[in-house]
Nanobody
Framework: VQLVESGGGLVQAGGSLTLSCSAS????????MKWYRQAPGKDREWVAS????????SYSDSVKDRFTISRDDSMSIVYLKMNNLNTEDTAVYFC???????WGQGTQVTVSS
């Protein structure tokens, strides 16, 4: 299993970013996917989930109505579109298959005020 996150960077508050997670080593379309994040000095927290058929998505209260998770099964990629970013969104973002133990290296998102 390999998960490679990308798309992070430095953005001003109120801005947007789209993260990507390219997956390989498993049959992607059969698995739900999740995004997590870990801010400096804090525990890793769940951000968003998408079911394997894309029909069901869910979000943490802190990102609901600002972030959108989606997936492209033909490319084995899961996305996280992040709008109206604020400084509290600064973190390393990770994707994960809920039923597998593997983590990617993450991608850093830094939001400046």
């Amino acid at each position: 299993v390999q998960l490679v996150e990308s798309g992070g960077g430095l953005v001003q508050a109120g801005g947007s970013l789209t993260l990507s997670c390219s997956a390989s080593g498993f049959y992607f379309k059969n698995y739900a996917m999740k995004w997590y994040r870990q801010a400096p000095g804090k525990d890793r927290e769940w951000v968003a989930s998408i079911a394997r058929d894309s029909q069901i998505t869910s979000y943490s209260d802190s990102v609901k109505d600002r972030f959108t998770i989606s997936r492209d099964d033909s490319m084995s990629i899961v996305y996280l579109k992040m709008n109206n970013l604020n400084t509290e969104d600064t973190a390393v973002y990770f994707c994960k298959v809920p039923s597998l133990a593997d983590w990617g290296q993450g991608t850093q998102v830094t939001v400046s005020s």
